[in-house]
């Protein structure tokens, strides 16, 4: 009948995959609508843990379609390892995982040039995965690029050939970067053919079908609101939107078709790449929170940088989705600490005190507002209900609802599937 959206509102990994497998029994359908192996989405259930990069994560639920929408990235060799794994853990994918034909692929010069261009940066880099992600959607955008549609048509080969040659020539301004496609090349080849072997739909008439037949769909987002191409920390970004206006451009449906808007924030913050971070902790505190919180990134192993929850962000992703309501994740991780702060307010270097973000996020422009909330102190892992939890996390939790006029629906007290305590 309608669409929810879940999307990150940090610089993404707040547990959209855990919220994603907790919530897809109560859809048809779960589409991923932008990114691509860039994301890592991490799942934990029965003591086994998979780690999604491109299939939604609803795959693991009976019964449910799950649907790589037109606006992602598609990297033919990730996916063939994703679906090794899904198999051998028991999910057959024949008819529960489809593909948009409009879906860009992401050769394997596109890997390239991000890795070369990212190594031109320098201290300058993006910090990208260097999955390709940005070169892909760059040839999207220039028009240039390759489709799933494209492989089950004859030609593939001619235009492939075609935009690799011209890869080839971009490489050449990159005299520095040394690489053998050769190996890659076949791999990616070889991997066309589990593509293929999936259903591939016209993503816009297949979902605005399953809408009129009554069916329920769940909008997966990738990365974090703050990494969106046009309103994240620019150029520190990835190549995508992905804010809900996402939703409609990655699946082809309307924007009258969206209804809840969930969205997903860490009960503190952590970003991993470069760019600004107003409330980034270089001391013991933020070791401590990548200790407890396992801030290691899920697809390149990366330390991530931690901070405090940030209301002004926030507030201001809250304000660009439209979002309805909220999930608070990782609040098990801040189990340890004494004194919680929440940066409610940015001091400009007028002296000023503002919640709005200024047009570069720098250090000496957003230096943050601390509030000090007294810990709990105690484990709350084994929480079930939000009314036994101690006075000191509600009061955390009820803190940031009012400061953000967003009701918390959902809190996370650990990585498994299990662990959520829902309030309604
Ligand atoms: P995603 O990209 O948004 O899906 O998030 P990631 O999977 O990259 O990173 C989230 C990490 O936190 C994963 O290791 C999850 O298993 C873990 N996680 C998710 N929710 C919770 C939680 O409530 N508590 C704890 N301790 N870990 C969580
Ligand atoms: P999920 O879906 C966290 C970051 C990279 C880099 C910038 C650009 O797991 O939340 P790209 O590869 O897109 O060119 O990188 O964006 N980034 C992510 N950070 N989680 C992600 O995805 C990310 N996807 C990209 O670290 O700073
Ligand atoms: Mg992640």
């Known amino acids: 009948m309608a669409v929810d959206v879940l999307l990150g509102l940090q610089w993404g990994d707040e547990g959209k995959g855990k919220i994603v497998d907790y ?11 932008q990114g691509g192996p860039n994301a890592g989405h991490t799942l934990i259930f029965d003591d086994k843990k998979f780690v999604l990069h491109t299939i939604p994560s609803g795959i693991f639920r009976e019964g449910l379609i799950n649907l790589i929408g037109n606006g992602v990235v598609i990297d033919p060799i990730t996916l063939r390892a994703e679906i090794e794994e899904i198999k051998a853990a028991g999910v057959d994918p024949d008819g529960r995982l489809l593909v948009s034909k409009k879906a860009h692929l992401i ?5 390239l040039l991000d890795q ?6 320098g201290k300058n880099k993006i910090g990208s995965t260097l999955r390709g992600i940005g070169p892909t959607y760059m040839d999207k955008t220039g028009r240039n690029g390759l489709r799933v549609g494209d492989i089950l048509e004859s030609g593939f080969e001619r235009k492939y050939n075609e935009l690799k040659d011209k890869h080839l020539g971009l490489l050449k301004i990159y005299p520095e970067f040394s690489y053998d496609l050769q ?4 791999e990616w080849m070889e991997s066309l053919d589990i593509l293929r072997s999936l259903e591939a739909v016209d993503c816009a008439y297949y979902l605005n079908d399953a809408l009129a037949q009554g069916k329920e ?20 970004v990835t190549s995508s939107t992905t804010l ?11 924007p009258a078709t969206i209804r809840e808007v969930i969205g997903i924030a860490k009960a503190y913050c952590t970003r991993v790449g470069s760019g600004p971070f107003p409330t980034e902790l ?6 401590r929170l990548r200790k407890e919180g396992k801030e290691f990134g899920a697809t390149t192993g990366r330390p991530r940088r931690c901070g405090w929850i940030d209301i002004p962000q926030l507030k201001y992703t809250i304000m660009l989705s439209g979002v309805t309501q909220l999930a608070l994740t990782k609040i098990d991780v801040l189990d340890i600490f004494e004194t919680i702060k929440v940066a409610t307010k940015y001091k400009m270097p007028t002296g000023q005190e503002t919640d709005q973000l200024p047009f570069d996020l720098n250090d000496n422009n957003c230096v943050p507002i601390l509030e000090d909330h007294a810990g709990w102190q105690q484990s709350l892992h084994d929480a079930t209900d939000f009314d036994t939890l101690p006075a000191t996390a509600k009061n955390y939790i009820l803190a940031l609802e009012a400061h953000l006029g967003t009701p918390i629906t959902y809190v996370s007290n650990g990585p498994e599937r299990s662990r959520l305590i829902e309030r309604t």
Do not use: W
């Not at 919530?23 to 609508?33: E, G, K, M």
């Not at 050769?107 to 890997?111: D, G, K």
């Not at 070369?116 to 940066?121: D, G, H, I, V």
């Open 107 to 111: 050769l394997p010069t596109h890997r």
């Open 282 to 287: 270089h001391d013991e505190d933020g070791e």
């Open 217 to 236: 769909i769940l909008a997966e987002g990738a990365q974090g609101s703050m990494l969106d191409i046009n309103f994240g920390t620019y150029p520190f």
């Open 116 to 121: 070369a261009s990212e190594l031109s940066k």
């Open 23 to 33: 919530l897809a029994p109560q859809y048809d359908l779960i589409c991923r609508f």
């Open 183 to 186: 190996k890659a090349e076949a």
């Open 244 to 254: 809900s206006a996402g939703v409609c451009i990655g699946l082809g449906l309307a």
